[in-house]
């Protein structure tokens, strides 16, 4: 079983960047496209940008698109997420995962807490 462990994540100024790190176990990470999620305060848990296996290809949500930029060094196991132009609605801890048609592939990791505010 992949175990994920997320990091980055702190308190921000709206406006602010924040650059969230995601390292995976194990040996299969590269096979497999990876995502990130979020869950904000009172919210379900939501997609916010997938990668493709070999890091070539990517999508966003579109709440998201033109502020983040998801990419990957699959030498080192790693995902990551930088986020610019933060605003108080990205507030949330923010998880990392590969996903499946069923869901996810793997058990979540602790997650990593974001917050904007002024």
């Known amino acids: 079983q992949v175990q994920l462990v997320e990091s980055g994540g702190g308190s921000v100024q709206p406006g602010g960047s924040l650059k969230l790190s995601c390292v995976a176990s194990g040996s299969t990470f590269g096979k497999y496209g990876m995502s990130w999620y979020r869950q904000g305060p009172g919210k379900e848990r939501e997609l916010v940008a997938t990668i493709s296996p070999v890091g070539d290809f990517s999508t966003y949500t579109d709440s998201v698109k033109g502020r983040f930029a998801a990419s990957r060094d699959n030498t080192r196991n790693t995902l990551y997420l930088q986020m610019t132009s933060l605003s108080p609605e990205d507030t949330a801890v923010y998880f990392c995962?590969?996903?499946?048609?069923?869901?996810?592939?793997?058990?979540w990791g602790q997650g990593t807490q974001v917050t904007v505010s002024s």
């Open positions: 995962n590969a996903p499946s048609p069923g869901g996810v592939l793997w058990s």
